[in-house]
């Protein structure tokens, strides 16, 4: 066996990087035990050379910029941790793979925005393409799809995707405090940005979801073309009632092969109590792939930090470490990225599934009947109907009537609501919350 | 890249075997474009040549013994889907090491017997053993502790391993039926064999838990010396007595690294109701790896059946048709062979945990006060107390007292009953449940 190191170069040396640079330091022997050779960080590149970040990089080259290290001679593999779907990271990724080295990276903006277009790079230079940090942090939910379900063919995946959501969701439950509030609390947590538009509106999950369905289809990565719902709207209100029919509220991804083409939709979902997602709580992460081999395989485990994204970044290098130059790899999206099909998407509003439904009502008589004929009349087929008091409404002059359908066309639901609307018994917007999974 | 076909030769054509041949014919397509080459079975033997099993076997050439299937000059990769520690498996598997081929096997008990061998053998040879299908059916386990979990440091890892023990507990406690009612019925479902023993009592679950174990510390595999305890006496009460208090009773294997060694125990074991593991239902199988670097990564899905099964020796397959002959290999068992450190037992008197007691006593006053005083001598902190009637007791002559501790020795434990017993106040034996994962 060779005992030539593996000579990693590294750009970006935020909280994940570092943590690469420490790790690959203190697990030295077991690292070298397992691949056969050690794997040795030889360049780098950050924004700030100077900021303490408690790592030694004593024997480490210093290089201004990213491409620099992509293209450094002495580098096999070049680790992008820069983050962003442009520049730096994209031309620096390219230049890798123009100087025939390895990339692993933890980027899913990049991924969601180039994948294709870099898995094709890679399999033209013959190097691999690793990035199973970028979905679902330290579960190797990547490495499952391209490697160990060879054969499988998936019908459907979903997701909890997003920590902070699922913090937030978790919190509003356990707690009995409204969104704002918990919001604010993870603000000072640290599981939510200060700008927190992008977690929590589903962003963040609709460009993992992406790389997933690309994986789990062979068609190419369409980022841009998910219906994004997010969770800034659900209440309290929502959540008890969702617990009182036996349900918790998750903001779920969810890809799924349809006749009418592949839906991909990221929205808060009604997920069974008894269900195994529906005890994922806090920031934990979780993915069920449905196939055709499997049945329902499920992962769950850390979705970010620091040391669990890095551990992804260290199983992707020392896959790298394993192999020999000149191996042949499987390609880096499952399917060689010339073969992958275009993207049909289907409509949501042909979406078929289980819907609950909340609206709030003037407490006057007949209400409730017009409701449920709008609903017959809309064709729908109704699981569960509560009315009860508005908590909200202390001079009861208002009711909520909670409904379920069974499995119903999205486009009947938004029919049937907007007929409702019109006809002037609501007080606010009704409010519709999928469940999944249906059936 | 080449498009040479990968060859396989394959021995045990039952159900898992008869599966992987039909699936590699279906998926064909799907496989040569993840792989970048086909698959193709060019050589077979099994016991019986002329059974119908649905699959076309008219080009592949028929051989009498395994060991000639797999010396064969025309097979790269042998599968050994025949099963059993021993003969003919074992020596076919070397035949196969000898003749410098890669080995696929979903035979636990013979990595269970002969792993550390065997991995030597592929390691001197530099060839791939790879085993998935040998722990829980469909589930990836082996492959993200040997790949994914690289630089991971596992702490302790458990799961439910087998399904047929699942299947029943959950029947017992969804159903309200005893064991052997489930059993019986399990049995006519094909979910238990007609002699049972080798699931009920645990020793399939300890089969593999002893190869998890080896891949998690990096130590020789010892199957034989595991703390053995099967489901069979199991009670409603128990399973009621478990609810009440919030947890439900599973089958755990689990590993665990202790200063005073390592623990491997195969037993009934309480787990919390609001856990994921706990909603692990029916034949499912779960694995949780606890690890430095990512906290708890839990996996659940098929333990079993022949497509699941099948599944796992196709993305076994599938890993060595994207390779190359003389790249260099990940070892087998994630340490080279022959770095494997000695097993050194943690003796199960010094387990540390919590613990469930039920105890069956006589109606009369000061037993309670006994018991507790028992359990106080041995320095035992108690975490709740139920006295109730026993159900079973329509005359109300005895009472049951259900206990549960804190983390406590083992040996502490055993003592205290002893003592107890010795005090002439319980009807039958005290029934002992420990619980998991503690703290």
């Known amino acids: 066996m060779t005992t030539e190191p593996l000579r990693i170069g590294l750009a970006g040396l935020g909280t994940v990087g570092a943590a690469v640079v420490r790790l690959l330091d203190q697990k030295r022997a077991l690292l070298t035990r397992q691949c056969g050779r050690p794997i040795e960080v030889v360049a780098a590149t950050a924004r700030d050379r100077t900021r303490d970040r408690g790592i030694d990089l004593s024997g480490v080259q210093w290089l201004d910029d990213p491409v620099a290290v992509a293209q450094a001679d002495n580098v096999d593999v070049f680790v992008e941790?820069?983050?962003?779907d442009g520049e730096p990271a994209l031309s620096a990724v390219k230049a890798a793979f123009s100087a025939g080295k390895h990339v692993v990276t933890a980027n899913k903006a990049l991924i969601a925005a180039h994948g294709v277009e870099l898995a094709a790079m890679a399999e033209e230079q013959g190097v691999l393409l690793n990035f199973e940090a970028a979905v679902a942090g330290g579960i190797p939910v990547i490495k499952t799809m391209r490697e160990a379900m060879a054969g499988n063919t998936i019908s459907r995946l979903y997701g909890i995707l997003n920590g902070t959501c699922n913090y937030i969701l978790t919190r509003m439950e356990d707690e009995e405090i409204g969104f704002e509030e918990v919001l604010a609390e993870a603000q000072s947590l640290g599981y939510a940005e200060a700008d927190p538009t992008f977690d929590i509106e589903g962003n963040d999950t609709a460009h993992k979801l992406a790389i997933m369905t690309s994986i789990a289809f062979g068609t190419r990565i369409a980022a841009d073309?998910?219906?994004?719902?997010?969770?800034?709207?659900?209440?309290?209100?929502?959540?008890?009632?969702a617990r009182d029919l036996g349900y918790r509220i998750k903001l779920l991804g969810v890809a799924q092969k349809t006749d009418r083409g592949i839906e991909q939709r990221?929205?808060?979902?009604?997920?069974?109590?008894?269900?195994q997602i529906a005890q994922v709580d806090d920031v934990t992460n979780a993915v069920v792939l449905e196939t055709d081999l499997l049945g329902a395989l499920l992962m769950s485990g850390p979705g970010a930090g620091g040391e669990a994204t890095a551990s992804a970044v260290i199983g992707d290098v020392a896959d790298i470490a394993k192999s020999r130059p000149g191996r042949q790899h499987g390609p880096a999206l499952g399917t060689p990225a010339k073969e992958l099909a275009p993207y049909e998407k289907a409509r949501m509003r042909s979406h078929e599934g289980g819907y609950f439904i909340r609206f709030l009502v003037r407490d006057e008589v007949g209400v409730f009947a017009a409701i449920a004929q709008r609903m017959a009349s809309a064709?729908?087929?109704?699981?569960?109907?509560?009315?009860?008091?508005?908590?909200?409404?202390?001079?009861?002059?208002?009711?909520?009537?909670?409904?379920t359908t069974h499995a119903t066309m999205e486009t009947s639901i938004r029919e049937a609501i907007a007929a409702i609307e019109s006809d002037g018994h609501l007080r606010g917007a009704a409010q519709v919350i999928r469940m999944e999974p249906a059936g």
Chains 1, 2 share one sequence.
């Open 81 to 84: 941790l820069i983050g962003g």
């Open 225 to 241: 073309d998910i219906y994004l719902e997010g969770i800034s709207n659900i209440t309290l209100a929502d959540i008890r009632a």
């Open 266 to 275: 990221v929205h808060p979902t009604m997920v069974p109590i008894e269900s």
């Open 379 to 403: 064709g729908i087929s109704l699981q569960s109907i509560v009315q009860r008091d508005d908590p909200d409404s202390p001079d009861h002059a208002s009711k909520a009537i909670i409904l």
